[in-house]
C-alpha cells in the first residue's frame, strides 16, 4: 500500500510539473521576444499577419494558419476563427 501511495504523489508531482511548464509568460514589450515568437511560429507554419497596441496599449501579436488566427497579447493567448 505504501508502494501504491507513494507512486501516487509522483504522479502527481510530475503532472503538476509539467502543467506549470505549459503556462505561456511573454513580455512583447521586449524586441527580442515578439522576434523570436515571429521567427519560432514561422517554423510552425503560421504567418505573422498583424501587429498592433490594443485599448491598453499592450503589443498584440496575430498569426494565420489554415483559415485559424491566432493572437497573443502578453502572456495570454486567444484564438478565433477566420
Not at 515578439?34 to 503560421?46: D, M, N, T, V
Request: glycine fraction near 4%.
Amino acid at each position: 500500500m505504501k508502494k501504491f501511495y507513494f507512486l501516487t504523489v509522483i504522479a502527481m508531482l510530475l503532472f503538476s510539473v509539467s502543467a506549470s511548464a505549459v503556462e505561456l509568460n511573454l513580455n512583447l514589450n521586449n524586441p527580442d521576444v515578439r522576434k523570436c515568437l515571429i521567427e519560432s511560429a514561422g517554423q510552425e507554419g503560421w504567418e505573422h499577419s498583424a501587429t498592433y497596441l490594443d485599448a491598453d496599449n499592450k503589443v498584440v501579436l496575430v498569426f494565420s494558419k489554415d483559415g485559424k488566427n491566432v493572437s497573443y497579447t502578453g502572456n495570454q493567448k486567444f484564438e478565433c476563427e477566420k
